[in-house]
T-cell receptor, first 116, second 111 residues
Framework: EAQVTQNPRYLITVTGKKLTVTCSQN?????MSWYRQDPGLGLRQIYY???????DKGDVPEGYKVSRKEKRNFPLILESPSPNQTSLYFC???????????????FGEGSRLTVL | AQRVTQPEKLLSVFKGAPVELKCNYS??????LFWYVQYSRQRLQLLLR??SRESIKGFTADLNKGETSFHLKKPFAQEEDSAMYYC?????????????FGRGTQLTVWP
């Protein structure tokens, strides 16, 4: 089944303990991106990747790192998580970076992270 | 500064009534805009996009450059339309990349 898979789906951790949220897509998509969803703030982009080894900052990149070593994977790394990173995180991918070709984002189910 | 504004956090209508979810944007070029929807316990999914000018599930959206708006409309709302709706704007115009979402509008359609 074509989809975007995130793991873990739920995680409770403590301040400062490094963690990685994995994102994998099996659709050979070129574009991948991470968002956080907070009440009243909607979706805010953290990082995005236009292709392998090409990543760039979104609107709220502070405290996060990403890498795109393979086309299918785009992990989100929190080196030293803090309570203000408690949020619902979504990974998304798109077949092409060109809006005219599709522009449609396929989203993962979300990862709910709590940092104590 | 908000690139995409959805002024209504909550919107309620009765079944069969018309519904309009507002989206205003701030962009200097020709924007490409999208509406995404999140039904309860489902993934976010594309509802419609400006570039294809299609009608999905009875919803339409017209780009009004003069008013910098891309409001989502449906003439007769159905209970299954109850969901969270997000307007989205790629800052790169014809390319994805930096992508801005509005804060979302929670639509409730009462029976």
């Amino acid at each position: 089944e074509a989809q975007v898979t995130q793991n873990p789906r739920y995680l409770i951790t403590v301040t400062g303990k490094k963690l990685t949220v994995t994102c994998s897509q099996n659709m050979n998509h070129e574009y991948m991106s991470w968002y956080r969803q907070d009440p009243g703030l909607g979706l805010r982009q953290i990082y995005y990747s236009m292709n392998v080894e090409v990543t760039d900052k979104g609107d709220v990149p502070e405290g996060y790192k990403v890498s795109r070593k393979e086309k299918r994977n785009f992990p989100l790394i929190l080196e030293s998580p803090s309570p203000n990173q408690t949020s619902l995180y979504f990974c998304a991918s798109s077949f092409s970076v060109m809006v005219g070709r599709t522009g449609e984002l396929f989203f993962g189910e979300g990862s709910r992270l709590t940092v104590l | 500064a908000q690139r995409v504004t959805q002024p209504e956090k909550l919107l309620s209508v009765f079944k069969g009534a018309p519904v309009e979810l507002k989206c205003n944007y701030s962009y200097s070029g020709s924007p490409e805009l999208f509406w995404y929807v999140q039904y309860s316990r489902q993934r976010l999914q594309l509802l419609l996009r400006h570039i294809s000018r299609e009608s999905i599930k009875g919803f339409t959206a017209d780009l009004n450059k003069g008013e910098t708006s891309f409001h989502l409309k449906k003439p007769f709302a159905q209970e299954e339309d109850s969901a969270m709706y997000y307007c989205a704007l790629p800052w790169g115009g014809s390319t994805l990349g930096r992508l801005y979402f509005g804060r979302g509008t929670q639509l409730t359609v009462w029976p």
